[in-house]
């Protein structure tokens, strides 16, 4: 290397002016480059070369990023979960109503039928799924197709009762793609759930259900046959749990939004350890496809009705004989309750054993052998659930009394009773009645007015401005108490408002008959 000159040896070198704003700058820059030197160009002080993340910052950054457990999918668990699941194909002879023109009907079940329900819910624009079709028209055979899972290895399955409800034959296809035949065991309409045997196997992979109650956010995984297409998964959370969908007092439905469509009815919802949270059942779909809203019969449900339809074929639910109704907060401030809690009795049948027992019209029902009623709807889950035969104690509010009933469980029958006759028509040529100027109701006695019976208030007129129309109060009702007590004339009527209204009550409770059934209605007392 060449030795630089000594530039100060040469006559016309002039040293340069130092300044200590320009020895600072020098030596900020030094810095600088210094540090770029070592962190960005990767050299080390000494010139080696030098590992970026090998920093302490770095250092310390990269190690917390190790400690973040990565995403991973979902294949483990649908390979071990997955041979469970089974299609489910049925064929069903078709029953076709004639209108008074003598053409069919364009759906080939009758309204209302569970079938019918299942097309209603899984159905296409036409209300058919894909793979149904029908022979000619009046008559014929129709195919439907459903999901379900193994619960045994001897082949014990569930899926859907609008699946199989009616069905004259029943095949499975398992996930290595055999086809067996099966039979129906027994099946439960008011969950919408089925046991079915498949014949010809007895080393069935099989799924257990749960013990645990899902938590809302949890992961789930959807398995079965959507539009034919066998061996589908799909995953989503848990999205809300108790679900009231309006099928039924037993509606306790998980809601998840893994992607569940029309086939997929019956199939199984799995938690991320393998093990059935739910049978898929519903889906709310105004497009007819997946909008993220499915429901699931939660699997403690599951394994009661289950448990049962193996024993015996059918389910037996116990029954107290008494017409329930939710506590609204205008029904608790009525009745001087400081929450709106428990099931109210609108009506207890004749001799079924809660009547026998002492219970009666406008009692609220507020725990169940210790434990706590939240609503109607919680209670007749939890009277369904024991068995006929049982002895309970039931905790009731009585006209603002606590007190404790014991009684013994009846069966629940299987066909509901008939109501009476809506027809209010022949009321109207009563007389027009008093008003009850407070409610915005026109009243009369009700044995004045035929058909109205010899008991209570008819309603002849409810103005349509009124909290009382607000309350569905119409035409024909017949009001048989007011605040507790029984009425006959619009007098007594006004009586209790006024009672009611001296006792500062918001609220004044009555109940009301209607198309054959009572209920209890809490109206706004106008103030002045």
Known sequence: MTDRPDLSTLPSYKAPKRSLFSARKLALMASVVAGLGAATYGFSPTHNPADLFTTPAHAQVNNEVKKVQQPVGFADIVER??????????????????????????????????????FRRFGGPDGLPPGLRGGPRGGGVVTGQGSGFFISADGYAVTNNHVVDGADKVEVTTDDGKTYSAKVIGT????????????????FQFAKLSDTKPRIGDWVLAVGNPFGLGGTVTAGIVSASGRDIGNGPYDDFIQIDAPVNKGNSGGPAFDVSGEVMGVNTAIYSPSGGSVGIAFSIPAQTVKSVVAQLKDKGSVSRGWIGVQIQPVTSDIADSLGMKKAEGALVAEPQANGPAAKAGIESGDVITAVNGEPVKDARELARTIGGLAPGNAVKLNVLHKGQDKTVNLTLGQLPNNLEAKADTDNSDKGNSSRGTDVPKLGLTVAPANSVAGAGKEGVVVTEVDPKSAAAERGFKEGDVILEVAGKTVGTAGEVRDAITAARNDNKNSVLMRVKSGGSSRFVAVPLAKG
């Open 81 to 118: 979960v997955k041979p469970s699941v089974i299609s489910v194909k049925v064929n069903i002879r078709e029953k076709v109503a004639k209108d008074d023109s003598g053409n069919n009907d364009d759906s080939p079940f009758q309204p209302g039928s569970p079938m019918e329900r299942f």
């Open 188 to 203: 439960d309409p008011r969950t919408d759930l089925a046991l079915i045997k498949v014949e010809g196997g007895s080393n």
